[in-house]
């Protein structure tokens, strides 16, 4: 009959490894998904990176002396230099000799300071300045064969460039373009070594010469600011003496130009008869207005004389004539004879002679003032007549005064238009040629100085020693640069992949699960052949911890007891999940209980080898052939054993392995003859043995080992076996040092008082 029957299979339908190593566990219906309160893996806090820096403080120390050695050789292999330092000040302008009859307001030629002195700096690092200085000094053998390097290390360079060049010869490649890549020419090496460093916020260039010979580096540093002074006020001379020669050249063709322009002014005046006085447009203007001004007033006249004449002729002539001094004189005569004749009249008769001379009298008074009347009122009326006709003939006259003059003026405009036109040529030719004049002057009279705007501040000096720094300073850099980098790895390592650290750490990890107990780091030589030591062979803090995962895993179990088929596992392998599950075996097995031990790590078993154990015969063959031997693990020194099986021959499913209805039915028939029954069970990230194990089991330690597992990982197995519905009793934290256990063991508090014996 074949043991490996599919029928005999749980209730667990099927087992499959998700991504990033998590387990899914699918049953009909029903799908586990991850816990939202476990979605982030908690951060290191600085405890943590305490403990990760004081873990890795046995890697620091290597660090520190091979960071020295590499940076003393580095300082041992490298040709000492020396560095000629001098600074020059440039002006924005240069030093003027006279300024006389010059305009001294206009602006500089560089308005903007970034844009002078960023020019300065390119023309600091100019080929021809340094081609020059090279030349001067016959230095570009030199300049070419200098060398960074001792020669040792150019004997290993030079192997590794022939080997380069040998590669290269399978690929054909353009011999000049290769030749031109791969060689420095003397000026790139000169500025190489050529710092230019400007001083912020002022016009000073600081500027610094390296190489292998004090004097060389001060007499190249001296030359090169002198060429560089030499070539600027040669240059300013020949920009000089061109710019005089152009302006001469213009001021030829302005001088012309303006003279042709004169002339074709004054052929255009004669022409049209005008005379430049620079007051005829003023002139006919005032003129015209005078006029219309004489012309408004003698209108004004000639309408009064008109409405006197037309409309006041009549009465103006009788208020004329009664006005006249004989009219009036003859009047009154006439009034007095009137009267006279009035009185008469009651005393005698008209035909009385008396009567008739008065009567006569008073008719040629009558007649005469009548004749008078008229002739003044005939005068009075001519009169009138006579001022209405002249102030018209005024008004007339000034009229045609001011017609005349407003042609004369608008003749003068169309005249003046060409006149203007042509006067404007003479008057830019002229400014352009006094300009001209006057930027000639300015050439002749203010030429640069001899040393220009450049001025040298601190001359160059012979470098006082070598460059960099002693061997003594290069060990003790290399120390602290391995030792912060070192440091800052650790940190980084710690920041990216955080670990667990100490037990405050673990519990916000494990949330719910109780971190059951802390065990320090166990000696293997307390593993033996066949057997194990006893409890009193453990170190103090080892059989302590122990003792209280063994009363923490009772306490925290429901019925107040260790739960009967305890299975133990971890995140990953390596974290001594083996080891507790064997120690702990011990440590129940010591206290008199009957004890079976099952490796079920079919994948890498480790039971058998640390207990010397044969695995020709084991688990996997019950499983498979219905046969299984058990080994008999005593401790030294005592009859007190407990039962182990080992993981047997390797098969192709392990997972298939165990779930089957023989793994069932043996740890039904275990519960019935062993108190507890321990599975050491294979990691639980990657694979699917450890969560059908967590099934079959009463509980599920989970082991972590301290300064290894790492946070995410113990989070995902958590979530694994949550998922896979497997009791998880607690977690353990193995492999702590003394200064994180010591909290939790007081091996001390004792008295030391002899040991009672305790028969076996």
Same mark, same amino acid.
């Given at each position: 009959?074949?043991?490996?029957?599919?029928?005999?299979?749980? %209730?667990?339908?099927?087992?499959?490894?998700?991504?990033?190593?998590?387990?899914?566990?699918?049953?009909?219906?029903?799908?586990?998904?991850?816990?939202?309160?476990?979605?982030?893996?908690?951060?290191?806090?600085?405890?943590?990176?305490?403990?990760?820096?004081?873990?890795?403080?046995?890697?620091?120390?290597?660090?520190?002396?091979?960071?020295?050695?590499?940076?003393?050789?580095?300082?041992?292999?490298?040709?000492?230099?020396?560095?000629?330092?001098?600074?020059?000040?440039?002006?924005?302008?240069?030093?003027?000799?006279?300024?006389?009859?010059?305009?001294?307001?206009?602006?500089?030629?560089?308005?903007?300071?970034?844009?002078?002195?960023?020019? @300065?700096?390119?023309?600091?690092?100019?080929?021809?300045?340094?081609?020059?200085?090279?030349?001067?000094?016959?230095?570009?053998?030199?300049?070419?064969?200098?060398?960074?390097?001792?020669?040792?290390?150019?004997?290993?360079?030079?192997?590794?460039?022939?080997?380069?060049?040998?590669?290269?010869?399978?690929?054909?490649?353009?011999?000049?373009?290769?030749?031109?890549?791969?060689?420095?020419?003397?000026?790139?090496?000169?500025?190489?070594?050529?710092?230019?460093?400007?001083?912020?916020?002022?016009?000073?260039?600081?500027?610094?010469?390296?190489?292998?010979?004090?004097?060389?580096?001060?007499?190249?540093?001296?030359?090169?600011?002198?060429?560089?002074?030499?070539?600027?006020?040669?240059?300013?001379?020949?920009?000089?003496?061109?710019?005089?020669?152009?302006?001469?050249?213009?001021?030829?063709?302005?001088?012309?130009?303006?003279?042709?322009?004169?002339?074709?002014?004054?052929?255009?005046?004669?022409?049209?008869?005008?005379?430049?006085?620079?007051?005829?447009?003023?002139?006919?203007?005032?003129?015209?207005?005078?006029?219309?001004?004489?012309?408004?007033?003698?209108?004004?006249?000639?309408?009064?004389?008109?409405?006197?004449?037309?409309?006041?002729?009549?009465?103006?002539?009788?208020?004329?004539?009664?006005?006249?001094?004989?009219? @009036?004189?003859?009047?009154?005569?006439?009034?007095?004879?009137?009267?006279?004749?009035?009185?008469?009249?009651?005393?005698?008769?008209?035909?009385?002679?008396?009567?008739?001379?008065?009567?006569?009298?008073?008719?040629?008074?009558?007649?005469?003032?009548?004749?008078?009347?008229?002739?003044?009122?005939?005068?009075?009326?001519?009169?009138?007549?006579?001022?209405?006709?002249?102030?018209?003939?005024?008004?007339?006259?000034?009229?045609?005064?001011?017609?005349?003059?407003?042609?004369?003026?608008?003749?003068?405009?169309?005249?003046?238009?060409?006149?203007?036109?042509?006067?404007?040529?003479?008057?830019?030719?002229?400014?352009?040629? %006094?300009?001209?004049? @006057?930027?000639?002057?300015?050439?002749?009279?203010?030429?640069?100085?001899?040393?220009?705007?450049?001025?040298?501040? %601190?001359?160059?000096?012979?470098?006082?020693?070598?460059?960099?720094?002693?061997?003594?300073?290069?060990?003790?850099?290399?120390?602290?640069?391995?030792?912060?980098?070192?440091?800052?790895?650790?940190?980084?390592?710690?920041?990216?992949?955080?670990?667990?650290?100490?037990?405050?750490?673990?519990?916000?990890?494990?949330?719910?699960?109780?971190?059951?107990?802390?065990?320090?780091?166990?000696?293997?030589?307390?593993?033996?052949?066949?057997?194990?030591?006893?409890?009193?062979?453990?170190?103090?803090?080892?059989?302590?911890?122990?003792?209280?995962?063994?009363?923490?895993?009772?306490?925290?179990?429901?019925?107040?007891?260790?739960?009967?088929?305890?299975?133990?596992?971890?995140?990953?392998?390596?974290?001594?999940?083996?080891?507790?599950?064997?120690?702990?075996?011990?440590?129940?097995?010591?206290?008199?209980?009957?004890?079976?031990?099952?490796?079920?790590?079919?994948?890498?078993?480790?039971?058998?080898?640390?207990?010397?154990?044969?695995?020709?015969?084991?688990?996997?063959?019950?499983?498979?052939?219905?046969?299984?031997?058990?080994?008999?693990?005593?401790?030294?020194?005592?009859?007190?054993?407990?039962?182990?099986?080992?993981?047997?021959?390797?098969?192709?499913?392990?997972?298939?392995?165990?779930?089957?209805?023989?793994?069932?039915?043996?740890?039904?028939?275990?519960?019935?003859?062993?108190?507890?029954?321990?599975?050491?069970?294979?990691?639980?990230?990657?694979?699917?043995?450890?969560?059908?194990?967590?099934?079959?089991?009463?509980?599920?330690?989970?082991?972590?080992?301290?300064?290894?597992?790492?946070?995410?990982?113990?989070?995902?197995?958590?979530?694994?076996?949550?998922?896979?519905?497997?009791?998880?009793?607690?977690?353990?934290?193995?492999?702590?040092?003394?200064?994180?256990?010591?909290?939790?063991?007081?091996?001390?508090?004792?008295?030391?008082?002899?040991?009672?014996?305790?028969?076996?």
């Amino acid at each position: 009959m074949n043991k490996h029957n599919h029928s005999k299979m749980t %209730d667990l339908d099927t087992l499959v490894s998700g991504t990033a190593g998590q387990l899914i566990r699918r049953e009909p219906g029903i799908t586990f998904i991850h816990d939202s309160n476990h979605s982030e893996t908690p951060g290191s806090s600085i405890q943590d990176y305490w403990i990760a820096w004081k873990k890795g403080l046995k890697y620091i120390l290597p660090a520190i002396i091979i960071f020295s050695i590499l940076l003393l050789a580095i300082a041992l292999l490298t040709n000492n230099t020396y560095t000629s330092k001098s600074s020059i000040k440039i002006e924005t302008d240069h030093t003027r000799i006279l300024e006389y009859d010059l305009d001294t307001s206009r602006p500089p030629s560089y308005i903007n300071d970034d844009v002078f002195y960023n020019t @300065q700096y390119k023309l600091l690092r100019n080929r021809d300045l340094a081609r020059k200085v090279i030349e001067d000094l016959a230095i570009e053998k030199y300049l070419l064969e200098e060398k960074r390097f001792a020669e040792p290390v150019y004997v290993i360079t030079d192997q590794l460039q022939k080997l380069a060049t040998w590669i290269k010869s399978f690929f054909p490649v353009n011999e000049q373009l290769a030749k031109v890549s791969g060689e420095k020419t003397a000026e790139e090496v000169f500025f190489e070594n050529l710092t230019i460093n400007p001083v912020r916020h002022s016009r000073v260039i600081d500027l610094h010469y390296t190489s292998q010979d004090p004097e060389l580096s001060r007499e190249i540093l001296a030359e090169y600011i002198k060429t560089f002074i030499h070539l600027r006020h040669k240059d300013k001379i020949r920009y000089s003496e061109e710019a005089k020669q152009y302006l001469e050249e213009q001021i030829t063709a302005s001088r012309e130009k303006m003279q042709e322009a004169e002339q074709k002014l004054i052929a255009y005046a004669r022409n049209n008869k005008i005379v430049d006085t620079k007051t005829d447009v003023s002139t006919i203007a005032n003129n015209i207005t005078l006029l219309n001004e004489a012309y408004i007033k003698a209108k004004s006249r000639r309408i009064d004389a008109e409405s006197q004449y037309q409309n006041k002729r009549d009465i103006s002539t009788l208020l004329n004539a009664g006005a006249d001094p004989v009219i @009036q004189a003859k009047k009154q005569e006439l009034s007095t004879l009137q009267a006279e004749y009035r009185a008469k009249q009651s005393l005698f008769k008209p035909a009385y002679p008396e009567m008739q001379e008065l009567k006569r009298q008073i008719d040629q008074l009558t007649r005469y003032i009548n004749t008078e009347s008229r002739a003044i009122s005939n005068n009075t009326s001519e009169n009138m007549r006579a001022n209405f006709v002249a102030t018209l003939n005024e008004e007339k006259k000034l009229k045609r005064e001011i017609n005349k003059l407003e042609n004369d003026l608008l003749k003068f405009y169309e005249n003046s238009i060409g006149y203007s036109s042509l006067k404007r040529d003479v008057d830019t030719s002229r400014n352009l040629y %006094d300009g001209l004049l @006057q930027r000639m002057k300015e050439i002749d009279v203010i030429g640069p100085v001899p040393g220009d705007n450049v001025t040298v501040v %601190d001359s160059a000096e012979l470098p006082p020693r070598k460059d960099g720094l002693s061997y003594s300073k290069y060990l003790l850099l290399g120390g602290l640069l391995g030792f912060v980098l070192y440091s800052l790895i650790i940190m980084l390592k710690e920041l990216f992949f955080p670990k667990i650290r100490n037990e405050k750490s673990l519990k916000q990890l494990s949330g719910k699960y109780p971190v059951l107990t802390s065990v320090p780091v166990i000696k293997k030589s307390l593993f033996g052949h066949n057997h194990l030591s006893t409890m009193d062979a453990f170190d103090p803090k080892t059989a302590e911890a122990l003792r209280y995962l063994r009363t923490s895993l009772q306490l925290g179990s429901h019925q107040d007891k260790i739960p009967q088929i305890l299975h133990v596992t971890s995140p990953n392998a390596g974290d001594g999940k083996s080891t507790i599950a064997l120690f702990l075996a011990t440590s129940l097995a010591n206290s008199g209980r009957k004890v079976l031990l099952i490796d079920g790590d079919l994948r890498k078993p480790s039971v058998h080898k640390k207990l010397g154990l044969d695995n020709s015969q084991g688990l996997t063959n019950y499983l498979y052939h219905d046969r299984m031997k058990a080994h008999k693990c005593t401790l030294k020194n005592s009859s007190i054993f407990f039962m182990a099986i080992t993981a047997g021959p390797a098969v192709i499913d392990p997972v298939d392995a165990l779930n089957t209805t023989e793994f069932n039915h043996l740890l039904e028939k275990s519960r019935k003859l062993f108190d507890h029954i321990i599975i050491d069970s294979p990691p639980v990230l990657g694979l699917a043995d450890a969560v059908l194990l967590s099934q079959l089991a009463d509980s599920t330690l989970l082991i972590v080992s301290n300064n290894m597992t790492r946070k995410h990982d113990a989070l995902t197995a958590i979530k694994q076996l949550e998922q896979g519905k497997g009791h998880i009793a607690g977690v353990v934290c193995n492999k702590t040092d003394h200064s994180f256990s010591k909290n939790y063991y007081n091996t001390k508090y004792t008295d030391r008082r002899e040991l009672i014996a305790v028969s076996t």
